[in-house]
């Protein structure tokens, strides 16, 4: 089975970092997270402190807003060149190619995200300390907000304004990451950390059955 989805994983991974017709792709979700970052302190102003109050949950908020950018282009276009149908025949089964859509995903705005992250951090005046906390924070949250985005994108394909409807069903059910995300930074915040990263995998592992449910549904 590794076989049969590792050129379908290299395949999404290489749609999700180029974008469709080399178009956006990951630079648009990373250009979108920084300027959230770089436009914060302009709103509220240079005081340092209130930044660094702030600034991990706007990092945090910044992170869903860039996670759910590119839902439109996770299931939908797939979908509607037949592309599921085709995978279905060869008996592949639905919860492994949305598996790997989300792995895929994750590599393409996650990562991204954990590498810009001690920019934001300077450009929100976040120390050393909620610098890591921060980092510890995406790398356990981001799956759960790849996983949620993949199954909106799946439960909307097809539904006319399908990308507008799905950013509206997937920031409530992102608020647990973003709660348990920016409690974590707060002093003690193991327990948020702990919660996140419990949330981050309930979330992985009902995501590839929604998903898949969806897209049959949709087929019959």
């Known amino acids: 089975m590794i076989a049969r989805l590792w050129p379908i994983f290299t395949r999404d991974l290489a749609l999700l970092l180029r974008g469709a017709q080399g178009r956006g792709g990951a630079v648009l979700p990373l250009l979108f997270f920084l300027a ?3 436009l914060f302190p302009f709103a509220v ?18 992170a869903l807003l860039a996670a759910i950018l590119p839902l439109d282009r996770l299931v939908e276009p797939d979908l509607e060149a037949g592309f599921f149908d085709q995978w279905a025949l060869r008996g592949i089964a639905e919860e492994a190619l949305l598996l790997v859509r989300i792995v895929a995903h994750w590599i ?41 985005g993949v199954t909106i994108a799946a439960l ?62 949709g087929r019959e």
């Open 108 to 148: 393409s705005f996650g990562v991204p995200l954990l590498l810009a992250a001690p920019l934001s951090a300077g450009l929100l005046s976040l120390d050393a300390g909620q610098l890591r906390a921060v980092e510890l924070g995406l790398l356990l949250g981001t799956p759960g907000l790849a996983a949620i």
């Open 36 to 38: 959230v970052a770089m």
């Open 156 to 217: 909307t394909a097809g539904l006319r304004a399908g990308a507008a409807l799905g950013g509206l069903l997937a920031i409530p059910l992102a608020v647990p990451l973003l709660i348990f995300g920016a409690g974590s930074l707060q002093p003690g915040g193991e327990g948020g950390l702990l919660l996140l990263a419990a949330t981050s995998l309930a979330a992985l592992a009902i995501a590839p059955f929604a998903g898949g449910a969806a897209i049959r549904a």
């Open 45 to 62: 102003g240079p005081d340092a402190r209130l930044l660094g109050r702030t600034g991990a949950g706007v990092i945090w908020v910044a």
